[in-house]
Nanobody
Framework: HIVESGGGLVQPGGSLRLACTAS????????MGWHRQAPGKAREYVAS????????WYVDSVKGRFTIARDDAKNAVYLQIDNLKPEDTAVYYC?????WGPGTQVTVSS
């Protein structure tokens, strides 16, 4: 079971922190990922973090603006998004072990 939160409407240049909480599997032994799907576009893999948080990966378009972090004590993974751009507007999904949450909407607009 995976649930995302933290989305909302924000102006360009603003920031959001998305949260994902998970249950039903051993969180600390699972790589975690964030994806997004913009209207009319395919789902895009944007960030991931390995077990222990030792390695993180970002798609080129978000490097320097997105930061993924995990808290194994809380079974949670976060996505800090800074300097938001209108093209970041999408539903953001958390995933692990083939499981997906329902997503959280991020809208960037003035």
């Amino acid at each position: 079971h995976i649930v995302e939160s933290g989305g909302g409407l924000v102006q360009p240049g603003g920031s959001l922190r998305l949260a994902c909480t998970a249950s039903g599997f051993i969180f600390s032994q699972s790589d975690m990922g964030w994806h997004r799907q913009a209207p009319g576009k395919a789902r895009e893999y944007v960030a991931s973090v390995t077990t222990g948080g030792f390695v993180s990966w970002y798609v080129d378009s978000v490097k320097g603006r997105f930061t993924i972090a995990r808290d194994d004590a809380k079974n949670a993974v976060y996505l800090q998004i800074d300097n938001l751009k209108p093209e970041d507007t999408a539903v953001y999904y958390c995933s692990a072990r083939g499981l997906w949450g329902p997503g959280t909407q991020v809208t960037v607009s003035s």
